[in-house]
Every structure is written in structure tokens, then in C-alpha cells.
Nanobody
Framework: QLQASGGGMVQAGGSLRLSCAASGRFLAIYAMGWYRQAPGKQREFVAS???????NYADSVKGRFTISGDNAKKTVYLQMNSLKPDDTAVYYC??????????????????WGQGTLVTVSS
């Protein structure tokens, strides 16, 4: 499971930090990331990080958002600075992993958390 937290309401120019923790038994977590879905829009990619530390960002958040991870805690963070009203959305955590189910490894992509709402007021 993925548990996201840290959303809230902030004024434009402000900052928020999102966290997402994976719970369960894993052989490996290959990558974790964030997507967001604004009202009336499709879900879009925000940022991702691999277990090796390689990061990738959507152009719309480059220079403002920073993704980081703690492999030992199985947690990914998204530091969001200089927030804009256009950043208002439900933010979803995403991960690719090999979980241990029973005694067997099970590879799984596109595992989703429950979402956390970020509201940026102008």
C-alpha cells in the first residue's frame, strides 16, 4: 500500500511538502513518483525518482518542485515551492515494485496511493 500525506491549503508563492510511504514486504521498489489531477482534467505526471536516485520532472514544475526518496523508509517526498494556483490538484503517489506475497515475489507497476489534496489560492 501507498499512504500519501502533507496536502493542504496554501497561498500562491508558498510551499508544501508531500510524503508517501510504502507499506508491506518488498524485494525491490524500483521507482516512486507523483502524479496530479486537477478538477476536470486528466491525471498528469509530476515527478519521479528511481531507487538509484535518478529524477525526472514535468516541465511545469522544474525548478520549483524537488523529489527525494529514503530507500530505508520506503518513502518518497515532494517539496513544492513557489506554488501557483495552477498547481491545485489531488496529488497521487505511484510506485513500481516487486512485493513479497506469501513467499512469492510479485512484480507490479503503477501502484497508486489514495491521493492528497493541494489547494493554492491566489
Amino acid at each position: 500500500q501507498l499512504q500519501a500525506s502533507g496536502g493542504g491549503m496554501v497561498q500562491a508563492g508558498g510551499s508544501l511538502r508531500l510524503s508517501c510511504a510504502a507499506s508491506g514486504r518488498f524485494l525491490a521498489i524500483y521507482a516512486m513518483g507523483w502524479y496530479r489531477q486537477a478538477p476536470g482534467k486528466q491525471r498528469e505526471f509530476v515527478a519521479s525518482i528511481t531507487s538509484g536516485g535518478t529524477t525526472n520532472y514535468a516541465d511545469s514544475v522544474k525548478g520549483r518542485f524537488t523529489i527525494s526518496g529514503d530507500n530505508a523508509k520506503k518513502t518518497v517526498y515532494l517539496q513544492m515551492n513557489s506554488l501557483k494556483p495552477d498547481d491545485t490538484a489531488v496529488y497521487y503517489c505511484n510506485a513500481d515494485w516487486v512485493a513479497i506475497v506469501g513467499d512469492a515475489p510479485v512484480a507490479s507497476k503503477d501502484n497508486w496511493g489514495q491521493g492528497t489534496l493541494v489547494t493554492v489560492s491566489s
